[in-house]
Each structure stands twice: as C-alpha cells, then as structure tokens.
C-alpha cells in the first residue's frame, strides 16, 4: 500500500469521527501543554530567585577586624578610602563590644516598680553609611550624620524591635532613652533589615559618643558590591582598609553560587518535569483507551479490508498513524499553547520570560512518540484479527 493511501485511509478514519478524534487529541493537548508551561515557567521562575539572589547574597561582604595591642587595624575614616573602589555600592564600620552587650537600656529616668521599663539590649557604634549597608530604611526620623559624629553629640537610632520594646513610637518630642545613666536622644528608627537582622534589636550611636562603652575600635565592616564586583572587591577589600596590614584582616565573601544555582534549577526542571511527565502518561493512556474501543467498533471493516487482500502489516500501519496523527496533532497544539502560557504568566508576574526552542519544537515530536506508544497495541490487536472471525 502506498504511503499517501495509507494516510488518506487514516484522516479518513479519524474524520469520520471527528468529535472522538477532538476528545482522544484534547487528552494529548493538556499533556504536552502541562509539560511545556511547567518546564517553562520553572525555567522564568528559576531565573528570577538565581537574580535575587545574586543581588541579596551573592555581592555582600564582611570584612573581620581583630583586635590589635597597638594601634587599631582599622580607622573610623578608613570606610572613605573603600567606597572610592570601583564596584563598592556601600560600606559601613562597625564596633561592637563586652562592655555594650546587654547594657540596661530605659526610655524613661523614672524607676516604676509595676511596670517593666527597663531592657536588656546590645549598644554599638557605626559609621554613618550603616541603613545602606545593612540593605535597610529610616522606619521613622533620620540616621545621624558626620555633624553628629564630629560633636560627638549624644544621639541614638534604634533598631524596630528595640523601639518597639522601649516604646518609642514617635520622634516629634525628641524622646531620649537611658543607657545606664547617660541620655542619648532618639532620633531615628531602623527597620527592614535584610542584612544583619540583629541590628533591629539594638542602638547604634557615634562612635565619638560610645566610647564610654568601649566602642572605641572597628570590629568589622560591612561592604555591599556591584554584582560581578565581588570576588574584586574581597582582594582589594583589606589593603584600602588598613594598608600594610591587609594580612591580618579575614574577609568573608559569599560563596560563588553557580553550583547552587544550578543544583536547585536541576531539582525544581525535575519535579516539574515529573508532573509533566504524568500528564502525559495520562493522555496516552486517553489515546490507547479510544483506539481500543475504536478497533472493536471497525471490527467489520477490518475484516474485508482483510477479506479484500490487505495484510496485516497494512491494518496495523492504518491504526498506528491514526494514533500518531492525534499525537502529533495534540503535541503542536499543546506546544503552541504552552509557550502562550508562558508568556501570559511571565507579562503578570512582570518576569522576563525564559523559552527553551529545542522544548517548543521537541513537544510535537514527543506529542507524536506518545500517540505512536499508544496505538501500538490496538494496532497489533487488529493486525490479529482474522477476516472469517471479523466478518462474523
């Protein structure tokens, strides 16, 4: 039998039922369409948490100070020198102390017995690029500046959570709180941390106004880099911070996230791509289902197709490129609306959408190798047939 003959004796087949034929190809649609918009959309969705990390992780830096019998490592002045490097986007100093962890801290010089108004909280001083370096806003009021820094003027910023238990709620009266016996005027609240969340339970004020509290020299400084910057940066880190010491400072760098990425990418494209996987195991069982009960209904024709001289071959070549057509059919429909899909979630969710050519044009070719799978038992169940049975 000739290839065209054998074509046109199947869309025959298949058209003469066409709404059977819509349903069994619907099945192979959803399949192949799961698989491509869950393969696709992963892919977006991957692309845009490996972004945000690269922009949240992957550019901060700490640069350890230890402490030094002799002169301090680094100056309060040196964070000037670092942020004048090309791909430094902010940096802060930082001191921290064992005189200024868990100082008693009171909004109020009033002892009142009924009532909790003391806190145990941490004091530190930094420098005043910190809101920006802690990747954090003023919640409320200001952060000091270098006029404050300069006077060594007693003021303070709290974290939220500390304002919160002090209750602070409000900078308009200049509310000072407590630090032991010292007052030191509220002027600011920081909040919206994504870097060093433990500075929301603290109160950070000037250097020159801490050192009562032994915050007299830099523990450690905060850097934030341009994305790409950082592994630059880590080198060129210590000796703009303390030339001629840069041995003796430990920069801790994030780890280079590529083999992270790459781990989670490849774990969600294979949960995803189970679940397509078994939408499309679904929709072959569809086409296997209905090309069985499609050879019980042809039973008579296949027996004088078998009565007028065709071979078995040519009956089972019939019944497996109707299944193949609805394969492949459902397979360019489901492809074609997969990647619409894709392109609709990736607009709402404003995401840059992500498509893999070889998937679009692989889902007919797989859409086809399932409807091919599927038929191929009916096919061979008719192929057995003998025409004496058929006909009778």
């Known amino acids: ?29 959803l399949g192949i369409t799961t698989l491509v918009v869950t393969l696709g959309v992963a892919a977006t969705a991957g692309n845009q948490i490996v972004g945000r990390f690269d922009e949240l992780v992957a550019t901060a ?6 402490e030094s019998p002799h002169a301090p490592l680094v100056g309060w002045a040196a964070v000037d020198r670092l942020t004048r490097l090309r791909g430094v986007e902010s940096a802060a100093a930082v001191a921290e102390s064992k005189e200024g962890a868990n100082l008693s801290v009171r909004s109020t010089d009033i ?24 990747r954090g806003r003023m919640v409320r009021g200001r952060f000091y500046d270098s006029g404050h820094v300069r006077r060594g003027d007693r003021v303070a910023v709290l974290g939220d959570q500390a304002a919160r238990m002090l209750g602070v709620t409000a900078l308009d009266r200049a509310p000072a709180v407590f630090i032991g016996k010292h007052a030191y005027t509220v002027i600011g609240v920081l909040g919206d941390l994504r870097r060093e969340r433990n500075l929301s339970t603290a109160v ?32 060129q880190a210590p000796a703009a911070l303390s030339p001629g010491n840069e041995d003796m400072l430990q920069v801790v760098a994030p780890p280079s996230p590529t ?4 781990q989670a990418q490849d774990d969600v494209n294979a949960l995803f791509m189970i679940l397509g996987l078994v939408s ?25 197709r078998r009565a007028l001289g065709a071979a078995r071959r040519h009956i089972a070549a019939q019944f497996l490129l109707e299944s193949t057509l609805i394969g492949l059919t459902g397979g ?19 995401w840059t959408p992500l498509l893999d050519v070889r998937l679009a044009v692989a889902a007919p070719v797989v859409g086809a190798v399932v409807g091919l799978l599927a038929g191929l038992h009916p096919a061979l169940r008719a192929a057995r047939m003998e025409p004496v049975d058929a006909l009778r």
């Open 111 to 134: 002892v009142d017995p009924t009532r909790v108004t003391t806190q145990s909280l941490t004091v530190l001083a930094a420098t005043t690029g910190l809101p920006e370096a802690a």
């Open 61 to 66: 830096i700490t640069v350890e100070v230890p």
């Open 204 to 235: 950070i004020v000037p250097h020159t106004a801490g050192r009562r509290f032994g915050l007299r020299d830099v523990n450690r400084v905060l850097v934030n880099t341009s994305l790409g910057a950082t592994g630059l940066i880590s080198r």
């Open 280 to 304: 499309l195991v679904v929709g072959a069982v569809g086409i296997a289902n209905v090309s069985l009960v499609t050879v019980m209904e042809r039973v008579t024709e296949i027996g004088l």
């Open 332 to 350: 360019v429909i489901g492809a074609s609306l997969g990647v619409v899909t894709i392109v609709a979630v990736s607009a709402a969710k404003q």
């Open 1 to 29: 039998m000739d290839f065209r003959d054998l074509a046109g004796e199947a869309a025959a087949g298949l058209l003469s039922r066409p709404v059977r034929a819509a349903l069994t190809t619907l099945g192979t649609v």
């Open 259 to 262: 083999r992270a990425r790459d």
